[in-house]
């Protein structure tokens, strides 16, 4: 697993690397073009005449220590950049994916029970939109309806950087910016968890033990919520597990598109402006997460059930 | 247990959508609410806006981005006076209005200003450009202040003198003047300040000149140059020679890299720093210790920076932003100016004067053909690009002195649009149709547009043509710099005096390999002359002879074919009294902004 | 977008469970009859097809039919659908005739698309192939290389490797091969491993044919309906990378895609609606078509879970 972390990181600085461009005309352009000498200041002071392996070592021998160095930029440690962008993609995440798996497993539910009714056949449908939107898409034309037209949400930030009020008020501030980017994020996963919801539902209502328990006279309510219900949450819940490690590239977009501080914006700005010391800590930091979510779900699964160990998730 | 576990989940679940559904309908009538007094307000307060009719470009969103800045300028008075006087009448109306209302400016309240402009850090004496400049100028004060004929105003020096032979300028500091920390602002302070501008701000010309600074006593300094300079005064703007901290900044860590760039920041102006998130929020408070009584008005200045100027655009509209200049596409701009509740105004940041134009790398071996360049400057419609794709919101420009400045020549050959002559000329040159196959750069994203367009005129006139795109700003100024390129898009701005911001362009002596040097290879013996020679002639109409002579000439020589000139379009709260419309516009201290209501 | 990469895993794994039952000995053509027939009776997975088709045929016959330059400047900039002398679906930003761009983004799209699909299908294939067959420590290898992958930020990564090189369209499609294969390389395995000990394999191993034809002659046929139902899935998430990546600015504007279209549009977003939201239909529609098609597949090829 450290080896995963270790081969993410060589990967990454390599393909930073070898992409064409100059780190230090980057610098530079960012403190407002400059001239030669300052070009030949800032390979120094950034050691990119270096030969590639010594850069590459000292490059890991600081992420070790816990030093990402100095973002490009902006003139601060890019340790300090991370931390302050974090909390609101994990808002957001967490938010999305809970939305999802509550309405997601509501909605699977309701549709393997009654699979034929026009409720179901409408929840497959907007299962499949939500799957096939393309995210940004869905985005625009929320601000567009929301904010523009009807004027009912705010476009895009996290809070109202003049808003006065209690810890309460600011919360619900908060709230109110929350709503559109967190439903945006959470239209995919919603398809994803209904869909899952319902096929584990009819294939645990067709099973055996199904059978075995209505054959015993158990109500049909015991049934579906004790034992089927129990049986076809936990594939939405590993999926959500790992879906939250994933959360830096799904928020990417959405924070783009609503203007969310968080770490998504953070990364596609850093990658339109070459900041790769920003990029390799993010592209770790999402590593690391995927690994511990895998974990977390591994280990949550295990608490569920104790009989079923997670095959292809387990990393 | 489990089965509670599940219930509790549905529970949420139906909780949830109900929620989601009453939260609906209660914003919705909130939003009525507000939107019905919104509307109400306006119509008691305001018929009187309605900005201009021009709008402006959108490169500049990008350039700026990228670092030098940009946007936008004003050649008001000389393309378009209408507009302008419209613009003004409004503006001014404006503020009679509320003056009359209100008898006076009212201190307080908090300016929320929108921005696409990401900073590096703060520090104006290093760092060239609109991103840094907004919150630095509010943030550190400067020798001089400029009204709006360009005539110096005293700030941190109450008085200055420059000496009769033009080789030195005495400055003579306030008195009681402090830091945010309580330090008083000596002379030491302001050598301190000019050194680590000469060493280290992007522009050379600006200090180039200077030999020493002396500083005989804690109020008094004496600029020694080792030849006239004209653009010594005007260097030291608030934009371009922010007074900062020598008991700071000179513990030996280079002054670019500095941390207090951003932490714990100290500066000399009217505003300090009291929140800072990289990328995202800059707030700052009313330094209660400023130097100048009763100044600032407000309390509170909040940068919101937002990459998308959409969102800056419905922010605007939905008045929780106060005041933008980066408003982005030709779209959004004439949105803005459709909305009655706002006001938008070319005016002010005339010093700035960014030039759109397309040039050519003389390296290229087609494109040394003189004939060649002429022929694509008659190709390329540049009223077609102002008028119609961008829809009135950049004005064309013939030159690179753009027509505000006094130093414009507006007899240089424009090369006006001319299909014919333009497949003459190619002929001449020895292409025939589609012989000739060109690959055009731009400053991604704001300048797709121009290009795009020009990709189009050129194949009109036989050449195929085709877009080189690059993926972000670095990649874009790496391959202009390095000369990668055949053409390119690009925008460089004025900045107030050519000796700053038009010599870098031309002269050979400055084909350093960065970008916005001379980047085209350009090489005329008799304009680096003409030039050193303006870069040192005190006498403004000598001054501008020599203008006119380079100006011409290079105009014969066609490096570049000048396009247009953005305004910086300003979105503004018409609750925003006094806004800053002087030749810095927003790079400039907002001492006397005030809020209405 | 991007947590489809274990998304489309897992969703596979799970039908893997019950995948192919009933088909255990080789099957092959009967199979491929049955499924067709309840592939036709599916009327979601029929719709899906029409659609497709409708795409195609707009992509592929429509410049021919609807004759103007997509990247010709043709009437002022941002008139809507409904104004004077501008064609239906309005101007753009530029403008251009959004309809004409509309009809000819489709062809760089589906191409961007189908490279990548097709990189994806060989890469995963044979990484997923040779792991599940030969198992042991070329497995663990394999598994541990597809994982760096896995781990890596789907879309970010993508976007760098489009940004450090150049948005043309060949990297763009490379891009998202790329970053999209793990997920076929661990269902490919998932299928190996449980193709490898049942009696034809062995019978094949018996009469001593070499591991790359029991590979890909024996165990593939076998393996192929999961990897269907997973390849028409791709198709849809790799036209959605397409426009993701386009939208963020990453478009080649020398080959007009329908991304690109709604990136080079997003600034004037506010004065035209028009001028993305065609575009962003004619992604929906086409990816939409994938995804019906591909549930079509599962359930013809599952005929156990049929109503899923």
């Known amino acids: 697993m450290l080896g995963l972390v270790l081969a993410v990181a060589i990967i990454s600085f390599t393909l930073l690397h070898i992409a064409p461009g100059d780190a230090a005309v980057v610098i530079a352009g960012e403190s407002g073009s400059g001239d030669p000498e300052l070009l030949a200041e800032i390979r120094q002071l950034y050691g990119l005449d270096d030969p590639f392996v010594t850069q590459l070592g000292s490059h890991l021998g600081r992420v070790a220590t816990g030093d990402f160095g100095q973002s490009y930029r902006f003139n601060e440690s890019v340790v300090s950049l991370i931390s302050e962008r974090i909390w609101p993609t994990v808002l957001l995440g967490i938010t999305a994916i809970f939305f999802a798996v509550v309405v997601g497993i509501a909605v699977g539910v309701y549709t393997a029970r009654r699979p034929e009714s026009w409720a179901s056949h409408l929840a497959t449908i907007l299962a499949l939109v939500g799957f096939s939107i393309p995210v940004f898409f869905l985005g625009i034309e929320l601000i567009i309806l929301f904010a523009s037209v009807l004027d009912w949400l705010p476009a895009g930030r996290m809070r109202d950087l003049r808003f006065e009020g209690n810890f309460i008020q600011r919360w619900i501030d908060i709230g109110e910016h929350l709503i559109l980017p967190a439903f945006t994020l959470a239209v995919l996963y919603l398809a994803q968890y209904s869909r899952q919801t319902r096929a584990s539902m009819l294939e645990t209502l067709q099973s055996d033990f199904v059978r075995t328990a209505r054959s015993k006279g158990l109500s049909e309510r015991t049934v579906v919520y004790k034992h089927a219900l129990r049986n076809a949450v936990i594939p939405v819940i590993t999926l959500a597990g790992l879906q939250l490690g994933t959360i830096l590239s799904g928020a990417l977009i959405v924070e783009t598109v609503f203007d969310w501080p968080g770490l998504g914006r953070l990364a596609f700005e850093s990658v339109l402006a070459r900041d790769a010391p920003v990029l390799l800590a993010l592209l770790m930091l999402s590593s690391v997460l995927v690994i511990l979510a895998n974990l977390a779900t591994d280990v949550v699964y295990r608490l569920i059930d104790p009989r079923i160990r997670v095959g292809g998730a387990s990393t | ?597 | 977008m991007t947590g489809l990469f274990i998304g489309n895993n897992d969703g596979g794994n799970s039908d893997g469970d019950g995948g192919g039952g009933g088909d255990e000995t080789a099957a092959g053509a009967p199979l491929g009859r049955e499924a067709l027939r309840l592939f036709m009776r599916n009327r979601a997975a029929v719709a899906g097809v029409i659609i497709l088709v409708g795409v195609i045929f707009m992509t592929y016959i429509g410049p021919s039919l609807y004759d103007q330059d997509p990247s010709r400047i043709i009437a002022r900039p941002l008139q809507g659908p409904g104004t004077e002398d501008v064609p239906s679906f309005g101007t753009d930003y530029l403008g251009r005739d959004v309809f004409a761009g509309v009809v000819n983004g489709g062809d760089t799209t589906l191409r961007v698309a189908l490279v990548a699909t097709l990189m994806i299908v060989v890469i995963g294939v044979s990484i997923g192939a040779i792991a599940g067959f030969y198992g042991g420590r070329i497995d663990t290898a394999l598994m541990r290389f597809t994982e760096i992958f896995q781990v890596m930020p789907a879309l970010l990564f993508a976007l760098v490797i489009v940004t450090l090189f150049e948005p043309s369209t060949m990297v763009i499609a490379i891009s998202i091969g790329i970053v999209l294969w793990p997920s076929l390389a661990r269902l490919t395995r998932a299928e190996f491993l449980r193709l490898r000990n049942l009696e034809f394999v062995k019978a094949a191993q018996a009469i001593g044919a070499s591991d790359a034809r029991i590979m890909f002659r024996v165990m593939l046929p076998n393996a192929l309906p999961p990897l269907i139902v997973a390849t028409t899935l791709v198709m849809g998430t790799a036209i959605l990378f397409e426009a993701a990546l386009a939208f963020l600015g990453l478009g080649d504007p020398n080959n007009i895609s329908w991304g690109y279209l709604i990136g080079q549009n997003r600034g004037s977003v506010l004065g035209g609606w028009w001028t993305v939201t065609f575009p962003g239909l004619a992604i929906f529609f086409t990816v939409l078509s994938f995804s019906l098609i591909g549930d079509g597949l599962q359930d013809a090829f599952n005929p156990k879970l049929r109503g899923r």
Not at chain 2, 229 to 249: D, K, Q, R, T, Y
Not at chain 2, 297 to 318: F, K, N, T
Request: charge should be negative; aromatic fraction near 6%.
């Open chain 2, 1 to 597: 247990m489990r089965i509670s576990v599940m219930r509790l989940l549905a529970l949420l679940a139906c909780l949830g959508l109900l929620a989601a559904a009453c939260g609906g309908s209660d914003s919705d009538s909130a939003g009525d609410d507000a939107e019905a007094s919104a509307d109400a307000e306006v119509e008691e307060a305001m018929d009187d806006e309605e900005p201009a009719d021009e709008p402006e470009p959108e490169p500049e969103e990008e350039e700026e981005e990228a670092s030098e800045p940009e946007p936008a300028d004003e050649d008001e008075q000389a393309v378009d006076t209408t507009l302008d006087e419209e613009e003004l009448e409004e503006i001014e109306s404006d503020d009679a209005e509320a003056g009359a209302v209100d008898s006076g400016p009212i201190a307080g309240g908090s300016l929320l200003i929108g921005s696409t402009q990401v900073p590096r850090h703060l520090n104006g004496t290093v760092q060239s450009g609109l991103a840094t400049a907004v919150p630095g100028t509010q943030l550190n004060a400067s020798p001089l202040l400029f009204d709006e004929n360009f005539n110096p105003q005293p700030y941190l020096a109450e008085s200055w003198e420059v000496a009769e032979d033009g080789l030195s300028v005495t400055l003579n500091l306030v008195q009681g003047a402090v830091f945010h920390d309580g330090e008083a602002i000596t002379s030491e302070d302001v050598k301190f300040s000019i050194e680590t501008a000469q060493a280290g701000h992007p522009f050379k010309t600006m200090f180039a000149p200077v030999t020493d600074v002396e500083t005989p006593d804690d109020h008094t300094v004496i600029i020694n140059l080792s030849q006239p300079h004209p653009a010594i005064l005007l260097a030291m703007s608030p934009g371009l020679l922010p007074i900062i901290p020598e008991h700071i900044f000179n513990d030996g860590t280079p002054v670019a890299e500095h941390p207090r760039n951003t932490e714990d920041f100290v500066g000399s102006g009217p505003f300090r720093l009291v929140e800072y998130e990289a990328g995202s929020v800059i707030r700052m408070e009313r330094f209660e210790d400023f130097f100048i009584p009763e100044r600032p008005y407000l309390d509170e200045i909040i940068i919101q920076i937002s990459p998308d100027p959409a969102s800056i655009v419905l922010g605007l509209e939905g008045g929780d932003i106060d005041m933008s200049t980066t408003l982005g596409s030709a779209a959004n701009i004439i949105r803005v100016r459709d909305n009655d509740d706002l006001i938008l105004t070319a005016e002010g940041h005339e010093a700035i004067g960014p030039v759109n134009w397309l040039e050519f790398n003389l390296e290229d071996e087609v494109l040394s053909d003189v004939r060649v360049r002429q022929a694509i400057a008659y190709a390329v419609d540049r009223d077609f690009l102002s008028d119609v794709i961008d829809q009135g919101t950049t004005f064309p420009v013939t030159t690179g002195i753009v027509p505000a400045s006094p130093f414009h020549n507006a007899d240089a050959e424009a090369y006006a649009a001319d299909q014919d002559r333009a497949r003459e000329l190619l002929a001449e040159a020895g292409y025939a149709d589609g012989e000739l196959s060109l690959a055009i750069d731009y400053i991604p994203p704001g300048q797709q547009a121009t290009a795009e367009y020009i990709v189009q005129a050129l194949q009109d006139v036989g050449i195929n043509a085709e877009l080189n795109v690059s993926p972000d700003f670095p990649s874009w100024a790496g391959r202009v710099a390095g000369g990668e390129h055949q053409l390119t898009v690009n925008q460089v701005w004025n900045w107030g005096d050519p000796v700053i911001g038009v010599h870098r362009t031309y002269l050979s002596s400055n084909r350093v390999g960065a970008i916005w040097t001379n980047n085209t290879g350009y090489a005329n013996d008799e304009v680096d002359a003409l030039l050193d020679a303006a870069g040192q002639e005190v006498d403004r109409d000598a001054r501008i002879a020599l203008y006119a002579d380079a100006q011409a000439i290079i105009a014969e020589d066609a490096p570049i074919h000048f396009l247009s000139t953005s305004p910086f379009w300003m979105a503004l709260n018409p609750r925003v009294q006094n806004p800053p419309i002087g030749i810095w516009g927003s790079m400039s201290p907002m001492l006397d902004v005030w809020l209405a209501e």
